[in-house]
């Protein structure tokens, strides 16, 4: 294979992963990386962007049980009120305390499992699915994950055909610090902020 070959199947190959990312359906974890202190109770937004309509479907939501407690999940209310139908809402089982009816989850389980929505008119766009309210128990670096439903609701149903969606799920990371230490950060910056005004 000659240079000139090997450089166009190179940008087919770009182009086909290029193609693949522009249709994909994502949901994600925002922000994507986040400090906090021992103790603290911090939230963080779960988004969807589907560019293709979907009548919906469900996924699980993992988390570092060493690091972090569950304090709740709950729907936005916009996305409650204005996306999905209330009668397809799947409220989340909390696997590490409770386990669930449903398979997919047992008791002692780091997850939330199946948190479901949908709407036979379809469900398009970008929204704020809901919040995920966490408290930050140990230091350490812990993740926030997100991965297709273990349970029978799992996965995304496409609108158009009634065919399982790829969907791709991006987690975040947080990073727990001693209480002391948060505040000796917050008053660096405090201090940077004093430095540059003066200048």
Request: with cysteine; charged share 10%.
């Amino acid at each position: 294979m000659n240079f000139k070959n090997l450089k166009l199947s190179l940008a087919a190959l770009a182009l086909g992963l290029f193609s693949q990312v522009s249709h994909a359906n994502v949901i994600s974890i925002s922000p994507t990386t986040s400090t906090v202190g021992i103790g603290q109770e911090f939230t963080l937004d779960i988004t969807m962007e589907f560019l293709q309509e979907t009548v919906g479907g469900a996924f699980d939501l993992i988390y570092d049980t060493n690091i972090f407690d569950v304090v709740s999940f709950a729907y936005d209310s916009s996305f409650s009120i204005n996306v999905i139908d209330p009668a397809f809402t799947l409220i989340p089982e909390n696997c590490e305390s409770d386990g669930s009816i449903i398979g997919g989850c047992s008791v002692g389980d780091a997850e939330l499992n199946a948190i479901g929505f949908g709407n036979f008119d379809g469900i398009i766009g970008n929204h704020v699915i809901g919040q995920l309210t966490l408290v930050a128990t140990q230091a350490g670096l812990g993740t926030v994950g997100l991965a297709s439903s273990d349970s029978p609701f799992g996965g995304f149903i496409s609108a158009a055909d009634a065919s399982e969606m790829t969907v791709v799920y991006n987690g975040a990371s947080v990073l727990v610090v001693p209480v002391p230490a948060a505040i000796w950060l917050m008053l660096s910056a405090l201090g940077m902020v004093g430095a540059l005004r003066r200048r």
